[in-house]
C-alpha cells in the first residue's frame, strides 16, 4: 500500500470535478444532437479542452487554487 501524498485529496476533488464537467457536457451534447449542431459541437470542444488540460499533466496548476480549470470551464 502507498503513502497518501499532499496533492492526493485536492487532485481527487478535481479529477472528481473533470468528470462531473464531462458528464454534463455530454448529456448536453447528445440532447441538443439533433437540435443545435453547433452546440454539440462546442460542447465537444469543451470536452476535448479538459481532456487536453489532464494529459498534459501540469497537477500543480490544477490543484494550485479553487478555481481549477474544470470548476472555470461549467459554471
Known sequence: ???ATP???????????VVRALHAAVNRGIQGLRSDP????KTLADCKELLDVVMAGH???WI???E???????R
Open 38 to 41: 453547433a452546440e454539440t459541437d
Open 59 to 61: 497537477v500543480s496548476e
Open 68 to 74: 481549477g480549470p474544470a470548476k472555470q470551464a461549467y
Open 7 to 17: 496533492i492526493r485529496e485536492p487532485l481527487d476533488e478535481f479529477l472528481r470535478e
Open 64 to 66: 494550485a487554487t479553487d
Open 1 to 3: 500500500m502507498f503513502d
